[in-house]
Structures are given as structure tokens and as C-alpha cells.
């Protein structure tokens, strides 16, 4: 099974690098990171990409995501429904 990490910022000056540690020292062996908006998914090819490899692989075995803050997927609450 994956473990999948998901990273994120809201803009240029802010650094991911404090969650992609801690994803890493959760054991996810995959973390990927952006610097977009939470507004909505619109644009967040790193998320769209996550959520593909899941929903491929579901059949197959379950993948875990992780992400460090709860605010990381969505600040917009109608995006979580789908996960």
C-alpha cells in the first residue's frame, strides 16, 4: 500500500517544507506539494493527480492520503465532498 502526502500553500512566499516533513516522518512514501489557492480544486494539477492515482488504484489495493493540515484539500467545503 502507498502512503500519499498532500502539501500545500496558498501563495509564493509560503513554504511547504514544514508539511512535507512531516508527512515524510508520518511514513508517506509519496508527497506531493503546490502553491495554490484553497478556494476550490480549480487548478490544483498536484491534487487532481493524487486523487487519479487513488481512484486507479482502488480496485487494486487502498492507498492512504495524509495531510498535515486540515485546511491542506479545501477551504472550500463543497471540493471535500468527493474524498
Known sequence: MSSIGYARVSTAGQDTATQVARLKAAGCDIVREEKASGKSRDGRSELDTIL????????VK????????SDTYSDFIPDSVPI
Not at 487502498?62 to 493540515?69: F, I, M
Open 62 to 69: 487502498p492507498d492512504a492520503y495524509s495531510e498535515v493540515k
Open 52 to 59: 487519479s492515482f487513488i481512484r486507479l488504484r482502488i480496485p
